[in-house]
């Protein structure tokens, strides 16, 4: 169990946001594998003042996936404000989570994201004037640091807590980073030693039995997880599971899996037209096949699907030649 204010979560598994991944097609699909909350990916505050139709429709909440935050980022704490607004009074999200990790030079020349890992006063001050004119719950992602020279995690997760957040969601690489070497959860450990609002990792747990890990070796709240559900909501699911009772789950068939891919497929679907979701589930499918054997060639035919039918038809395909292959395996 895991609450944040008054939300109150089931699991402290999360679900972390991933811009230009997690729409609530797929919010939804991991939801029902037991996430306790799920993220929706960050959204600009300028998109937002300006009511930009994409950036309203990246808004788009599903009832089901309560509880669920919000992410906004910016580098004006006038238009972060005004965004902040809109969401509290517009949108049925729990929490509004202030992006302050992201590493893409596009948003960090704008003085948003991981820019702001560098002043701790700054983020006071944006922190909380949000704080102070929403009222809903308010939430901090970020990254330890800048860089090697410049790690002001507690600094920073201190000027946080002072602004009134209520939880800070911390990611052990820095902004240099990026992506590449592993995260520091030595760091995680000293950041929640110096603080009393909750602290959530997120970095480097690929696998159940990494979230165990992580959380007795730095006594964080709970765990978020990101690229390792990446067409594997299991890994949601396996996690819960083991933190709970000390079982590690089975992976899942082919056969679940491509049933799973399908539903999300259908999901995404309902919220797009088909040949705009087709397309965008193509770079999804091919993370639920990843580990199957032979799916190269089903990869390929995948990057040419241009409608539902053929989409679902090539995964019908796979699950059947894995299938028939186990059958004979089965029975030499």
């Known amino acids: 169990m895991l609450k944040i204010g008054n939300i109150q979560m089931d699991t402290p598994v999360i679900l972390a946001p991933m811009a230009g991944v997690w729409n609530s097609a797929f919010r939804l699909t991991v939801k ?110 970020m990254r330890v640091g800048w860089d090697e020279d410049h790690i002001f995690a507690i600094e920073n997760a201190r000027a946080i807590e002072t602004a ?43 696998t159940p039995q990494d979230a165990k890990r992580m959380l007795k070796e730095t006594g964080v709240d709970g765990v978020m997880i990101g690229r390792a559900a990446l067409g594997n909501p299991w890994m949601i699911y396996r996690t819960v599971q083991y933190l709970e009772t000390g079982k590690l789950i089975d992976e899942p068939s082919v056969r679940e899996k491509m049933d799973v891919c399908k539903l999300h497929l259908d999901r995404l679907i309902s919220i797009k037209n088909e040949n705009i979701a087709v397309r965008e589930m193509r770079k999804h499918a091919a993370w639920y096949l990843k580990g199957v054997r032979g799916n190269a060639k089903f990869r390929n035919q995948i990057n040419q699907c241009d409608t539902r039918q053929e989409l679902v038809s090539v995964l019908e395909q796979l699950a059947e030649e894995i299938e028939a292959k186990a059958s004979r395996v089965s029975a030499g």
């Open 32 to 141: 029902e594998f037991d996430a306790g909350l799920v993220c929706a990916e960050m959204v600009s505050d300028k998109g937002i003042v300006r009511q930009n139709e994409k950036t309203m429709n990246m808004l788009h909440i599903n009832e089901r996936e309560y509880p669920m935050s919000l992410q906004i980022f910016g580098g004006e704490k006038e238009t972060l404000v005004e965004a902040a607004q809109f969401v509290d009074k517009n949108s049925n999200a729990d929490i509004i989570d202030s992006n302050m990790g992201c590493p893409v030079p596009k948003i960090t020349k704008c003085d948003a994201g991981a820019k702001w890992l560098l002043d701790p006063n700054k983020i006071h001050e944006m922190v909380s004037a949000v704080v102070d004119t929403v009222d809903k719950l308010v939430t901090v992602k």
């Open 164 to 206: 009134g957040a209520q939880a800070v969601f911390l990611h052990g690489r820095t902004r240099v980073q990026v992506y590449k070497g592993t995260a520091n959860w030595d760091i995680i450990r000293d950041v929640k030693q110096a603080v009393n609002i909750l602290v959530i990792d997120n970095g480097d747990v690929k």
